[in-house]
């Protein structure tokens, strides 16, 4: 399986996700900047965390417009998996993949630590590894993390189950406790938490590499196990 980890001006969390992919995964993944316009030849696209374009204007604003965005929206039309973190959640809404937006945490202050993140759905193509219900650990990092949506997204949300991850103890005032959501189709997924840095006994956890295994495995079983 090849993965494509996009580049943004400001991510600073890209070689992370990289060595998620190689190094704990074993699977193929390469840097692709943001200015490039074609992502036919991946299977699977991830968008990491950062500062990109130094967060002005507002977080993942100016990304959202970049060249790539065009190729990514394209792909994740034919179905390919696109899983955005922190930053790359902040793209995926600024850009139209995802509803809501994203605001400054409720305490106005910078989060950086381990949490636990309740897994709601486990029948998504990111989520296979997990059990219903059950409550990993993952790092947070972020000033801009706090979810909101109007009554109306939330419902739909709800009605097609789309909330994916939520807090237990949230940590930045997001609407609903809501950590993470996909869209309907169920291949693009944002959430706040980083996956990346959990892939290893030695960060403290390895719940995140779930998620990229998740991943794997959907692809696997759609793409070798039927031909």
Not at 10 to 16: A, E, I, T
Not at 100 to 120: D, K, Q
């Amino acid at each position: 399986m090849k993965f494509a980890v996009i580049v943004f001006p400001g991510s600073n969390c890209d070689r992370d996700m990289l060595y998620a992919i190689t190094d704990a995964l074993q699977e193929e993944a390469h840097f692709v900047w943001h200015s490039e316009s074609d992502l036919s030849s991946y299977d699977a696209i991830l968008l990491p965390g950062g500062f990109s374009y130094g967060d002005y204007l507002r977080s993942g604003a100016m990304s959202s417009t970049s060249p790539i965005m065009r190729a990514v929206k394209e792909e994740a039309g034919k179905g390919k998996p696109v899983l955005g973190v922190c930053n790359g959640f902040q793209i995926l809404l600024e850009a139209g993949l995802l509803p809501g937006a994203m605001l400054a945490n409720e305490n106005l202050s910078f989060i950086c630590r381990n949490i636990p993140v309740r897994v709601e759905q486990n029948d998504t193509l990111f989520t296979n590894a997990f059990d219903q219900k059950e409550d990993i650990i993952l790092p947070i990092a972020h000033g801009d993390g706090n979810y909101y949506c109007d009554d109306a997204t939330y419902q739909s949300l709800v009605e097609h189950d789309q909330i994916v991850f939520t807090y237990p103890s949230n940590p930045n005032g997001s609407v609903h406790d809501i950590a993470g959501i996909c869209n309907e189709q169920g291949n693009v997924l944002g959430m706040m938490p980083h996956p990346e840095r959990a892939v290893e006994a030695l960060l403290g956890s390895t719940d995140g590499l779930k998620i990229f295994q998740s991943i794997l495995t959907n692809w696997r079983e759609a793409h070798v196990l039927n031909t």
